[in-house]
């Protein structure tokens, strides 16, 4: 039996820690990591959080697996690590896969950098 996008999607909001975009500035003031998982182009086109470590998706195994030679130091497991998209739904996913590298303290911020803009926090654009 197949699943749709939309089905996988809802089944790692289920699986995962989903916070508020308030929640998600509460947790980077204590330290946590946040990851902005779009691609370079989307960034350039809808701004970032400043701060962010950006990790497009199809890196993210590589980048966050100790055992890859693509392995980037900042992907501590023990680390609480704070995942976003653009509206959620990859994030989700993403978290999940974190999870079963071994990082049990992921979450990720439901609605993505959409949420953020619309809590009024603060985006970077290129110059």
């Known amino acids: 039996m197949t699943k749709s996008a939309a089905e996988m999607v809802a089944d790692a909001r289920a699986k995962v820690e989903c916070l508020s975009a308030g929640q998600t500035v509460d947790e980077l003031k204590d330290g946590a990591m ?6 370079a182009s989307e960034r350039r086109e809808n701004g970032f959080v400043e701060g962010a470590i950006e ?8 980048w966050a697996d100790p055992t890859s030679a693509y392995h980037r130091e900042e ?3 023990q ?13 989700a996913l993403a978290a999940v896969t974190l999870n079963e590298l071994g990082f049990a303290n992921v979450a990720h911020l439901e609605g993505g950098i959409k949420a953020w803009k ?5 985006v970077q654009m290129d110059s």
């Open 34 to 39: 946040l990851v902005d998982i779009r691609e």
């Open 75 to 77: 992907f501590d497991p």
């Open 55 to 62: 990790a497009p998706r199809g890196m993210l195994e590589f």
């Open 79 to 91: 680390r609480r690590i704070i995942l976003h998209c653009a509206s959620g739904g990859r994030s």
């Open 118 to 122: 619309e809590a009024g926090l603060p």
